[in-house]
């Protein structure tokens, strides 16, 4: 237990669907993050939130939708993916203090399937 | 942007063996992770490493900032060892809190 969860640990959904990711941080730290792992391809950062303002949104496309109504729990929100958007989609947290951010936690996880 | 570079890609070792993880970056920065990713991927963070000498049981890691690189080793590996190890780092010039990760090297440890 890394004091990360993750819900759904897996998701099947067709292009048309619409559904949502949650994740939750137990550990008192004011950052969040959503990070997508393809096959063969090293993790990339889709969005981070510090303090619950988004800083970061790696040109990620409209499709993904991220919400973070507190500092504990972050959402992401899909509709019309694709089927290229498979993969595990990874939510983490950590301490930030200025530019500076420090050990980051992750979830198990979430496999997504698009269909 | 920031190059995060991994080697070996892939590793197979003994049980027992002694290992060296080698990772490269291009730039100078203030935050650098060693994470371990098993085979139904969870990450856990190994260390929290932007310079100096750690040790964590069988595991320790050493960043030499100014020639911009990490090593991590692993000592006596075990078979639960095996999975897949990411350096992450974050640019001390970079707006924002923002890991990049490497390539990872993948580890097989065999009975």
């Known amino acids: 237990e890394t004091g990360v969860t993750q819900t759904p640990r897996h998701l099947v959904m067709g292009m048309t669907n619409k559904k949502s990711l949650k994740c939750e941080q137990h550990?008192?730290?004011?950052?969040m993050y959503w990070y997508k792992q393809s096959a063969k391809k090293p993790l990339e950062l889709m969005f981070v939130?510090?303090?619950?303002?988004?800083?970061e949104n790696n040109s990620v496309p409209s499709r993904f939708s991220p919400e973070c109504p507190n500092s504990s729990h972050l959402f992401l929100h899909l509709h019309t993916l694709q089927p290229e958007d498979s993969a595990l989609y990874l939510c983490?947290?950590?301490?930030?203090?200025?530019?500076?951010?420090?050990?980051?936690?992750f979830g198990p996880g979430t496999r997504l399937t698009v269909t | 942007g920031i190059q995060v570079e991994q080697s070996p890609p892939d590793l197979i070792l003994q049980e027992g063996a002694n290992s060296t993880l080698r990772c490269n970056f291009s730039?100078?920065?203030?935050?650098l992770q060693w994470f371990h990713q098993n085979p139904w991927g969870q990450l856990i963070n190994l260390f929290y490493?932007?310079?100096g000498t750690k040790q964590n049981g069988r595991l320790s890691a050493t960043t030499v900032a100014t020639e911009r690189y990490s090593l991590l080793y692993i000592s006596s590996s075990q078979t639960t060892d095996s999975g897949v190890y990411f350096c992450?780092?974050?640019?001390?010039?970079?707006?924002?809190?923002?890991?990049?990760f490497g390539g990872g090297t993948r580890v097989l440890v065999k009975p």
């Open positions: 983490a947290s950590s301490h930030v203090y200025g530019r500076s951010s420090y050990e980051q936690y």
């Open positions: 550990l008192g730290h004011n950052a």
């Open positions: 939130y510090n303090f619950k303002e988004q800083t």
């Open positions: 730039d100078s920065v203030n935050n």
């Open positions: 490493i932007p310079s």
């Open positions: 992450a780092v974050e640019m001390i010039k970079a707006a924002g809190n923002k890991l990049t």
